[in-house]
């Protein structure tokens, strides 16, 4: 009774036969995009000092997420068991040495506002939430009848 058009069609587990990084892709596509849209409301809406901290803000956003993806990869990537991991702690710590560095230079210049880099860093806090809002729709629509 409750059979809707494609209720025929062959299901496996939850995510099945989809890419296991598609997820990542999309995180990283949508932190570009949080970013790139944030810095175009704000270059017509405020100050440059707040677009240009929205620019750092979202390229180190990027920066990070790519960093933590491809340390995260090195690490769990060792095709040994037992071995050890080819990326040391002191690299993964070094990414928020280097963003820290960032944004102290360019907030001692001057050049940006250090609420609005902030902010810009948060594009990767919309793309998280864009994708568990994408998987709770899917998880909803998709669930199986009882």
Not at 97 to 108: D, E, R
């Amino acid at each position: 009774m409750g059979e809707g058009a494609d209720s025929g069609r062959a299901r496996g587990p939850e995510g099945a036969g989809e890419d296991p990084h598609a997820a990542v892709r999309r995180i990283f596509r949508d932190t570009c995009a949080a970013a790139a849209v944030a810095v175009l409301v704000s270059a017509f809406v405020a100050p440059w000092r707040v677009t240009t901290g929205l620019m750092l803000g979202g390229a180190l956003a990027v920066f990070n997420l790519h960093w933590l993806s491809s340390s995260v990869a090195a690490v769990f990537g060792s095709t040994q068991p037992g071995a050890r991991p080819k990326v040391k702690a002191a690299r993964y710590v070094l990414r928020y040495v280097v963003v820290a560095f960032v944004i102290f230079a360019a907030v001692a210049l001057d050049l940006v506002s250090l609420v609005a880099t902030l902010a810009g860093m948060c594009a990767t806090v919309a793309a998280l939430l864009a994708e568990g809002l994408r998987q709770f729709y899917f998880a909803i629509t998709r669930r199986e009848e009882i």
